[in-house]
Structures are given as C-alpha cells and as structure tokens.
C-alpha cells in the first residue's frame, strides 16, 4: 500500500499486525485504475509518469471533480444554477481538459522521439484515436474529449466499485471475517465463484452506474403507465431493479455470497446495460475490479473500527454513484 494514503490505528485488523494502518482504500483503487488506464490505453506505465511531469495525484482529483460537474450540469435546469457552484464546475471541466491536452502532448512526443516503454511498440487506443480524427473538422477537441472520456471511465468506475467490494466484506457485520477466509482459500486454489458472486453482489447493490439513458427507437403507445413516443429520451433505473423484492431475495441485505447466474436473472439484472449501447468497457471493469480484489484479500486481513458498513456508507445517487465521505478500512499485512 502506498504511503500518505492511510493513518495509524492503534488495533489490529482481524488480529493482524501491530502495523495495521487505517486506509483510504477508495485512494488506492483509483491509483490502480488510473495507472491501468494510462497503460492500456496510451502507452503510459507508472514509470513514466516522473519523465512524462504527469502529476498522478491532481490528474485524479481532476476526474472526481469534473464527474461532479457532469452531473450538476446535465441534471440541473439553468434556473437552478448558481453562480458560484457554475464557476467551480465550469472550472472543474477546464482543469481536467488541461491535464489531458498535457497527456496527449507527452505521449505523441515520447512515441514520435521512441521513448515510451517497450512494452507498447502495438497498436494503442491513442494511436487508432489519433488516426480516426485526423483530417476531421475540430480535431483536437475530438481527440481530446475521446482521451478525456475514456481516462474519466476508465479511472473512476471500476475504482469505486472495487472499493465498494472490499468495503462490503470488511464491516463489522457477522460472516465477514468467514467471507474473507473462504475467498482467500478459494483464490488459492485457482478458483473465482466466491469472486465472481461478490463482485456481482457488489454491482446491484450500490451500481456506479445507477441509471441508463437511451432513446426510443420506436413508439409504443402500450408501454405500462405510459404512451412513448419514437425518439424519446429514456431513464432506466438499474439500481431500483436492483432492490426489487419480486426479483431479489432480502433485497437491501448486502449478501456477497449472493448467486446471479440464472438464466432468468440475466434479463433482471444487467449493470452494464444490453445491447449495442452497453457498456464498452464492462469486460475490462471486471478484470480490474476482481484483480484489485484478490490482491487485497489475498496479502491482506481488513476489518472496521466501529459499526459503519458498506450499507451505512452515504453516496449520491446521480449519473454516477459516489461516497460522499470515504469509510476508512483497517488493512494489517498477513503474515
């Protein structure tokens, strides 16, 4: 774990050791996806960032405060805005495009010169974006908001869930310790349902991504309480599917060893959406969630000092679903 993220704690985490350090995991999290999305995508490894002068920590405080401006701007009606909270916002989405202008500037000049890693002599998102927006009309704001939209889903939804995960099986509740014993067994030998069924668990019961939003493609003048008109705006709310006690058992009960794997629950519960429009990157959303997950389970014990849980934990529920103050988890290395 990186040091400034945590504060000392004077109990152990699960009897771990004297040096069990409370932590801001959801800090974490997003440095591990953020190092991840620069990575994959632009070429970027961790050891760059120094040479490159991209400032990894205000390039994250970047994302979350543009993400807040986001959704004021797209939910808000103008009679609703206040000048004060408008110049923050407006700020907010200004500073985030000078960080990524910034990454888009370095990276071409470090592949031009052929000073990025070896390990990114392929074919990168960046390189493909750059050559999809060549000649096009506004170019560089194309370019641009392609790199910032990918940095600003790529960083923080996956982070947050992994997050929500760790948070969800460290409380104080009766079974965590139990949870945490027999998915650490389990990862040991090579296997993933406890896995697979805690990320699940994860995702219906606090969504990043608690709504939907598409378009009508056609008019249904029966739809239950509604005429829909072609072309209509529509709202699906996946996180009010998602505590559906028709649907759920104990709907509002955290449960990681919840099952989601029949064939009649996939057309209940899609956190990713369906279709065409679905989430792009859902695969990749996974395989971080779960790598960041079994790292932390497999080389740490985690606890919580006092009664908040994951279910205590308060979010703002807009586009994205976000802690409005991040519970601390005790982290203690195994030994």
Request: hydrophobic content about 35%; aromatic content about 10%; glycine content about 6%.
């Given at each position: 774990?990186?040091?400034?993220?945590?504060?000392?704690?004077?109990?152990?985490?699960?009897?771990?050791?004297?040096?069990?350090?409370?932590?801001?995991?959801?800090?974490?999290?997003?440095?591990?996806?953020?190092?991840?999305?620069?990575?994959?995508?632009?070429?970027?490894?961790?050891?760059?960032?120094?040479?490159?002068?991209?400032?990894?920590?205000?390039?994250?405080?970047?994302?979350?405060?543009?993400?807040?401006?986001?959704?004021?701007?797209?939910?808000?009606?103008?009679?609703?805005?206040?000048?004060?909270?408008?110049?923050?916002?407006?700020?907010?989405?200004?500073n985030l495009g000078k960080h990524v202008r910034h990454l888009l500037q370095v990276t071409d000049k470090a592949f031009k010169q052929n000073t990025c890693s070896p390990s990114h002599k392929n074919l990168l998102f960046v390189d493909q974006l750059r050559k999809a927006c060549k000649g096009k009309e506004e170019e560089e704001l194309l370019l641009e908001q392609s790199a910032l939209e990918m940095l600003l889903?790529?960083?923080?939804?996956?982070?947050?869930?992994?997050?929500?995960?760790?948070?969800?099986?460290?409380?104080?509740?009766?079974?965590?310790?139990?949870?945490?014993?027999?998915?650490?067994?389990?990862?040991?030998?090579?296997?993933?349902?406890?896995?697979?069924?805690?990320?699940?668990?994860?995702?219906?019961?606090?969504?990043?991504?608690p709504v939907v939003l598409r378009e009508a493609v056609a008019a249904d003048p029966n739809f239950p309480g509604i005429a829909i008109k072609e072309g209509a705006a529509i709202l699906v709310h996946l996180a009010e599917m998602n505590m559906r006690k028709e649907n759920w058992h104990d709907p509002r009960t955290f449960n990681p060893r919840r099952s989601?794997?029949?064939a009649d629950m996939a057309r209940k519960f899609f956190p990713f959406g369906q279709g065409p429009k679905g989430c792009i990157g859902m695969h990749l959303g996974r395989r971080e969630v779960k790598a960041i997950?079994?790292?932390?389970?497999?080389?740490?014990?985690?606890?919580?000092?006092?009664?908040?849980?994951?279910?205590?934990?308060?979010?703002?529920?807009?586009?994205?679903?976000?802690?409005?103050?991040?519970?601390?988890?005790?982290?203690?290395?195994?030994?």
């Open positions: 774990m990186e040091e400034g993220l945590g504060r000392n704690s004077s109990s152990n985490a699960n009897n771990g050791p004297a040096s069990s350090k409370e932590m801001n995991l959801l800090s974490v999290t997003r440095k591990v996806t953020f190092r991840a999305t620069l990575s994959t995508f632009f070429g970027v490894d961790s050891c760059d960032l120094s040479h490159l002068d991209i400032q990894e920590d205000k390039f994250i405080e970047a994302i979350v405060a543009y993400f807040k401006a986001w959704e004021y701007f797209l939910f808000r009606r103008e009679y609703h805005w206040h000048d004060g909270t408008v110049k923050e916002h407006s700020d907010a989405v200004s889903a790529g960083t923080d939804t996956s982070s947050v869930t992994a997050y929500y995960a760790l948070l969800g099986i460290a409380g104080p509740i009766a079974g965590d310790e139990e949870f945490q014993r027999d998915l650490r067994t389990e990862l040991c030998n090579g296997e993933s349902v406890l896995l697979n069924r805690l990320v699940d668990e994860t995702l219906r019961f606090k969504p990043v991504g989601v794997d029949s997950v079994e790292t932390v389970v497999s080389n740490y014990n985690m606890s919580i000092e006092g009664s908040e849980t994951l279910s205590s934990l308060e979010t703002r529920w807009d586009i994205a679903n976000q802690p409005d103050t991040p519970i601390y988890i005790l982290v203690g290395r195994r030994e």
